[in-house]
């Protein structure tokens, strides 16, 4: 049993060559056998929601669809456009999809087990600031979506991609904010470690604005509806790969089903206890010699994918400017405020504070929090009144106005009146 | 002297071996960054340099530092990148005109001044000054040792730091921002305009092009009933750009046996 902080590293150290290259062989393997499982698992799913059928005739439930999808769209015709940048061009889909693998490094997948006669994890390296790795590679992998839109060399993948950086720009923010409640409690950023700190209580629960933050930018950072503003086939065609056909396409089509599974399997270790069974079912952990926690650990991660697919077949898409507001105006402010609510409890617990002082603090909070919301919402009124109540006869410099406004601007006052 | 100069610069052979293959990857970026015509590819080597530095730092056992340098400067690098399209055009190639007189003998002094201080800086910590070295600077793990540099020490020089990021970022908010001068038009303003406006037939919104037309591209425009060409029914902007083509040819050539009816 892994019980204590760093036996996780001690034991990884001890991996002979052979071990680590299978590993990675494995989770490579793994990764993208579950990509074409999730996409017609992703279709059946939708298609329930739509009162359809799905997918269902090749193999048993159109099992093997994904597959012969695969196939079909790798050996179709690779056109490059004339006007793309060529190297660039074919670069982006593979930082797409190398990126998109890199995180699985750190994830944890089971305790310790035996690995034919060898006793370690099923995790391939275990790193220090393993979770800060895995924002780095995210912020990699999205070069590939941004160089893709930029090298078509057309209008509408350009759109995409421009509206991904600003996405992922703004939205990362808010997600490395979520992550520092979780650093403060467990002491730690290596994956591993966090996953024993919650060994009493799943930061899901403790932290629950922190998990919150993250399960929202999560989706925006893997482009999946409703935040799917870089491909919105309703208006930009396909986005940053409408240019894009055969095995390229194929490739950022792999990266972004992986890309869910990555930040779900984050998720899941982070806030879900990771590996380690549902509460009261712990006795499950030590069955197949350790082996069932994969159970656990892929049961979290398909309810997080699960959600995914939901959110695709329920939510319309988010307009730019209300998501580009929401990210910054809402996520991030109320991360911060979070920050700092639980930077002060752990201090407070840290030096034995006593538990009036954490509960006058806890009440000061909600007081501060329901004054603030009060006089937010009385200034909103305010500010939707003076609207109203606003005449462009005198403004305090003069402006342009066209015709068209002017026009406008008369009847909505004739209709006022 | 070149002897110790090599003996410092030994490793052990994995080290070695991303050394030799990363340093002249990154020497040769950082080249071509200078060398490239596309602002852009410029970005991208740039961004190739940075994370290659990041590997070595992380080879170097500053793990914290490697992470660090690429979600920093991965960030940075999407930023110049936007700034590229938003400031110098989507696929610009650099001039290479002096827009700015003695700009050759400025840039080279500046560099010999940066050089100098980068040299100076460097011999200041290095010569006569022992290295503590990584176990006794990681005694505490790499993170929590330069945590504790970071708010004890050094915090003053950090807090300054951060007002004067906050400061720049908050200036360039200032510059860019400007101030609305009347309320946006709801549906419903813009709703009422049309149907109040001179002409009722526009009530129901512009007419699409391609309607009704030989073709139904965009630049084609839609035809009347009658036969006429709709002018309306082109972006205004596409006819702007010179892109339209010319709406005449599309109209209905009336036959000889409807004008001799008239």
């Known amino acids: ?417 | 002297m070149i002897r110790t100069a090599l003996e410092v610069g030994m490793t052990k052979s994995p080290e070695a071996i991303l050394f030799w293959v990363l340093a002249p990857l990154s020497v040769l970026a950082a080249i071509g960054m200078l060398l490239v015509k596309k602002a852009v590819h410029s970005a991208l080597l740039l961004a190739w340099v940075m994370i290659s530095l990041a590997i070595f730092y992380i080879a170097q056992e500053a793990l914290f530092l490697g992470i660090v340098q690429i979600v920093v400067y991965t960030g940075a690098v999407m930023m110049l990148f936007l700034f590229i399209l938003m400031l110098v055009g989507v696929d610009s190639a650099d001039s290479l005109l002096e827009n700015i007189k003695y700009l050759r003998p400025i840039a080279v002094t500046a560099a010999i001044g940066i050089g100098g201080l980068l040299v100076s800086l460097i011999g200041r910590a290095t010569i006569s000054h022992n290295a503590y070295g990584l176990s006794i600077a990681n005694q505490n793990g790499n993170v929590q040792g330069l945590a504790q540099l970071l708010f004890t020490k050094y915090v003053w020089a950090f807090e300054v730091i951060s007002a004067l990021l906050i400061t720049a970022a908050l200036g360039a908010m200032v510059l860019a921002h400007s101030n609305k001068v009347r309320s946006k038009f709801s549906q419903r303003d813009l709703s009422a305009a049309r149907f109040r406006g001179k002409k009722l037939a526009e009530a129901a919104g512009l007419p699409g092009p391609g309607v009704y037309a030989l073709h139904n591209a965009v630049d084609v425009p839609a035809r009347l009933p009658d036969g006429s060409a709709a002018a309306t029914s082109i972006s205004r902007v596409l006819e702007a750009r010179g892109d339209v083509l010319e709406s005449k040819q599309f109209e209905l050539q009336q036959s000889e046996d409807e004008s001799s009816d008239k």
């Open chain 1, 1 to 417: 049993m892994i019980n204590s902080k760093g036996m996780v590293a001690q034991l990884l150290g001890q991996d002979p060559g052979w071990v680590i290259a299978l590993k990675g062989l494995l989770i490579f393997i793994f990764c993208v056998v579950l990509t074409i499982m999730a996409v017609w698992g992703e279709r059946r799913i939708v298609a329930r929601m739509q009162m359809r059928l799905g997918p269902n005739r090749v193999g048993i439930f159109g099992i093997i669809q994904g597959l012969a999808d695969g196939v079909k769209l790798a050996l179709k015709e690779d056109l490059i456009p004339k006007t793309a940048d060529k190297i660039v061009f074919i670069i982006a889909p593979i930082i797409s999809a190398t990126t998109c693998f890199m995180a699985f490094a750190v994830i944890p997948l089971t305790g310790e087990v035996s690995f034919f006669g060898h006793k370690t994890v099923m995790q391939l390296t275990d790193l220090p600031v393993g979770v800060l790795y895995v924002l780095a590679i995210a912020s990699v992998g999205v070069y590939g979506i941004v160089l893709a839109g930029w090298s078509s060399g057309s209008t509408y993948p350009l759109l995409g991609g421009l509206r991904s950086s600003a996405q992922v720009i703004s939205y990362e923010v808010a997600m490395a904010l979520s992550l520092v409640a979780v650093f403060i409690y467990a002491g730690s950023m290596s994956t591993s470690d966090i996953v024993v700190a919650q060994d009493r209580w799943w930061y899901a629960v403790i932290l629950f604005p922190s998990f919150a933050i993250y399960c929202i930018s999560m989706v925006g950072e893997t482009n999946r509806a409703p935040f799917d503003l870089a491909e919105a086939e309703g208006e930009l065609v396909g986005g940053f790969h409408t240019e894009y056909s055969s095995l390229k396409f194929a490739l950022f089509f792999l990266a972004e089903y992986i890309n869910i599974l990555a930040v779900s399997s984050l998720a899941t270790t982070l806030f879900l206890g990771g590996y380690r069974a549902f509460p009261g079912l712990g006795f499950t952990e030590t069955w197949l010699g350790g082996w069932f926690t994969l159970f656990w650990f892929f049961a979290k991660v398909l309810i997080f994918f699960f959600v995914f697919v939901w959110l695709r077949g329920t939510l319309p898409r988010l307009r730019y400017d209300q998501f580009m507001q929401f990210g910054w105006k809402t996520l991030i402010p109320v991360s911060l405020a979070w920050i700092l609510i639980v930077s002060t409890l752990r201090v407070m617990s840290d030096q034995g504070a006593p538990q009036y002082l954490i509960f006058g603090f806890a009440f000061a909070v909600v007081l501060i929090y329901l004054v603030i919301s009060n006089y937010s919402d009385n200034a909103k009124a305010k500010l939707a009144t003076d609207y109203k109540n606003f005449t462009p006869e005198n403004p305090e410099f003069p402006i342009p106005i066209s015709n068209r406004t002017e026009q406008v601007i008369q009847i909505r006052d004739e209709a006022k009146k």
